[in-house]
């Protein structure tokens, strides 16, 4: 076997979660570490597409060549598509730098080894928070967090604050400590006007080390099993099929491809596999079931009088957390922000953050380079109706407010429930797509240290493990999983 065929760990999918992994992996000299993913890949921050760089613009239109685009079912009413990240960086490389961990409380419904103080050394590992020091923060890790500085916060994050500390609602100074709740500035993982993605943060610094190999343009289509042995993966290189063999592999394509891959592996509900074809390796009824993500929608605005578009404004400046609901004042709207997308009135995003409401992802064909069916089953559950029109009534408060200061007006609209519908979008945080759990429990596909139940040399580490949506970005949350994951997988945990 030459070094193009075989690396002691293969890490798939090089996004948010696979470059920290591949990154922490290849810092043991006597590893070998392949790092496989689909898109596009560069060799230095240096020649970075400028594009992928600018925090304040999202490259997932319909024209991107930096993304997946998915067609979904979020109700059985309402056809939609998602776009994910495909490039080196991942989601993380094209997504709107909001960079918010978890809180102590969503923990508590992660397996025993995962509460937060288990976490906390691995989120302080990961950042270097330039705002906030001491017991909850890192200084010397590869992503830097800041907030905007505020006398810099656009009209409308600066109002949306006062008039929810108006309305009664907790000063949340930092949205990074543990239980964090209320109103305040949102941390950014954004540097000198640059998004730092991890492959910025993690990956680029790691490439000049001799075990460390990246390969972009590559996609995998299966791993390669030996009985229920991890013995590699097929991939899809120039039309021909190569296999590339490991001692471990580490699948990390994000919370649609992974399940994905693992179906047209073999690995998942049997009864789903045999009905389409594919060879039953491993028994595993919780592949691509129950994932959670955040529905949101969008109240409109519209500024008071004509402002000239700010080239330098994040999206999101400030946010409103309440238990299960999150407000987002967007400070522009997505037909500014996103490349081709059509016209777009303002919004606020009401977004639920702790949704009952469960989707799930499964083969529609036996074509492993097809799209899977991806059904969202969004508002199904009574609760979510009912917490989104709770979210949408204080929104709806707010922007009352900071209209009767004359920097916007708001549009007459009957929110009807036919309204919400035709207005529900996602937030793009897919998570729970092959979850972590107990080896007894029948629907966990990772254990604790988040290898495939029933495999060996087999392991899962992006946001299809994760327990349970967190109730803030995933972002955040993903970078620490693989830090941590990547301590389990060398040893040192
Ligand atoms: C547009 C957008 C905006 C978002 N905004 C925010 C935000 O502001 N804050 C926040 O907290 N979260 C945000 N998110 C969510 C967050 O970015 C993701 O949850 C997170 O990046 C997912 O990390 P991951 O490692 O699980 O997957 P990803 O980062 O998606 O990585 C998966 C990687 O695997 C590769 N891959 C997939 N299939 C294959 C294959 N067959 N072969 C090889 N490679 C493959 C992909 O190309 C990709 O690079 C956003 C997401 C999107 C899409």
Redesign the pocket.
């Known amino acids: 076997m030459t070094e193009a065929d075989y690396a002691d760990f293969l890490v798939?999918?090089?996004?948010?979660?696979?470059c920290v992994v591949a990154a922490r992996l290849s810092e043991d000299p006597s590893a070998t570490v392949m790092l496989?993913?689909?898109?596009s890949g560069y060799r230095s921050a240096l020649e970075l597409p400028d594009v992928l760089g600018d925090p304040y613009r999202?490259p997932?239109g319909p024209a991107s060549e930096y993304?997946?685009t998915y067609p979904v079912e979020l109700t059985p009413r309402r056809a939609s598509t998602?776009?994910?990240?495909?490039?080196?960086?991942?989601?993380?490389?094209?997504?709107?730098?909001?960079?918010?961990r978890a809180t102590r409380a969503d923990f508590e419904n992660w397996p025993s080894s995962w509460r937060y103080d288990d976490v906390l050394p691995y989120f302080k590992k990961s950042e270097t928070d330039r705002d906030f020091e001491g017991e909850f923060h890192g200084t010397a890790g590869p992503i830097p967090v800041e907030r905007r500085a505020w006398d810099q916060l656009h009209p409308l994050s600066g109002e949306f604050h006062a008039a929810a500390l108006g309305a009664g609602f907790p000063d949340d100074v930092d949205k990074n400590a543990p239980d964090s709740f209320g109103v305040g500035r949102v941390p950014l993982n954004v540097s000198d006007h640059r998004r730092i993605s991890t492959s910025i943060g993690y990956l680029m610094p790691a490439l000049h080390r001799p075990n460390l190999r990246v390969e972009s343009g590559?996609?995998?289509?299966r791993i390669a099993f030996s009985g229920t042995r991890a013995i590699g993966v097929d991939?899809l290189d120039d039309g021909n099929v190569r296999r590339i063999r490991a001692d471990h592999v580490v699948v990390?394509?994000?919370?649609v491809?992974t399940p994905h891959?693992l179906l047209n592996s073999g690995v998942g509900p049997a009864e789903q596999l045999v009905e389409q074809g594919v060879s039953v390796v491993l028994d595993r009824p919780g592949v691509g079931q129950n994932f959670v993500d955040h529905p949101e929608v969008l109240l409109p605005y519209h500024f008071s009088k004509p402002r000239t578009i700010r080239s330098q404004t994040p999206v999101?400046e400030t946010a409103l957390n309440l238990a299960e609901i999150e407000i987002r004042p967007y400070t522009a709207s997505f037909t500014e922000l996103v490349p081709g997308v059509p016209r777009m009135d303002h919004g606020v995003g009401v977004v639920l953050m702790a949704p009952h409401s469960r989707g799930s992802i499964e083969l529609a064909s036996r074509d492993p380079a097809g799209a899977p069916r991806i059904r969202y089953n969004y508002v199904a559950s009574a609760h979510d109706r009912a917490a989104i029109r709770e979210g949408m009534r204080i929104a709806e408060n707010l922007l009352e407010s900071i209209a009767e200061t004359g920097l916007i007006d708001r549009p007459v609209v009957e929110y009807t429930d036919e309204w919400v519908e035709s207005r529900l979008g996602t937030?793009?945080?897919?998570?729970g797509s092959c979850v972590m759990g107990a080896e007894a429990d029948p629907f966990a596909v990772v254990d604790g240290r988040c290898r495939v139940i029933g495999a060996q040399g087999l392991s899962i580490v992006?946001?299809?493990i994760l327990p349970t949506i967190p109730t803030?970005?995933?972002?955040?949350t993903?970078v620490m999983v693989?830090e941590r994951a990547s301590a389990i997988l060398l040893g040192d945990e």
């Open positions: 798939v999918g090089g996004g948010t979660c696979g496989l993913e689909s898109g999202l997932v993304t997946w998602i776009a994910r990240g495909r490039t080196l960086g991942g989601s993380g490389a094209v997504n709107g730098a909001y960079f918010t590559v996609n995998v289509i991939v990390c394509s994000g919370a491809a891959i999101l937030s793009l945080h897919m998570s992006d946001t299809s803030r970005g995933p972002h955040a993903a693989a």
